[in-house]
Structures are given as structure tokens and as C-alpha cells.
């Protein structure tokens, strides 16, 4: 069975038999419900690991934001000019 998440391709579920027999049809739809209870937890898991991953970018940033911030001039103050007191 192949286990799909919207429109793509996630994997695979093969089941066995230790012994020849054939799947019943309340076999087959236990076995596509079990796979569509797969399907949803891999496609969550992947997207827990996209926004963790995107969290932490943001976070990265917002450290860099407030590092650069330190090293600018506040809205308050006035640009400090400096100027070469001999001039050539």
C-alpha cells in the first residue's frame, strides 16, 4: 500500500501472512486506515521539523536584530559628526 500525504509520495506499508491467505475486504480497509493514521503522523512530524527549524531562524535573527540595535544610534539622539580638525 502506498502511503500518500496530499499530493505527494511518503512511502510504502507491506504487509505479510506467515501463511497463503488472502485479505478480506475488512482487512484491506483496517489496512488503509492504519496507513492513513501513518500517512498523517510522518506528514505532522514533517511539519513539526519545518517550523521548529523556522522558529529557530527567527530566533537567530531576532538575536542579530538586538545585537546590531546596541551598535545604532537611538531615535532620540543626534548623529554624532565627526570631523578632522586639520583639513588639508
Request: aromatic share 8%; charged share 20%.
Amino acid at each position: 500500500m502506498i502511503l500518500w500525504s496530499k499530493d505527494r509520495v511518503l512511502g510504502g506499508l507491506v504487509v505479510g501472512s506467515r501463511a497463503p491467505r488472502e485479505f478480506s475486504p475488512a482487512d484491506i480497509n483496517l489496512l488503509i486506515a492504519v496507513g492513513s493514521q501513518i500517512s498523517n503522523a510522518i506528514d505532522r512530524s514533517v511539519l513539526y521539523e519545518e517550523t521548529r527549524q523556522a522558529y529557530e531562524n527567527c530566533a537567530a535573527r531576532r538575536n542579530s536584530f538586538s545585537t546590531a540595535k546596541r551598535w545604532l544610534p537611538s531615535a532620540n539622539s543626534s548623529p554624532v559628526w565627526r570631523t578632522s580638525s586639520t583639513i588639508h
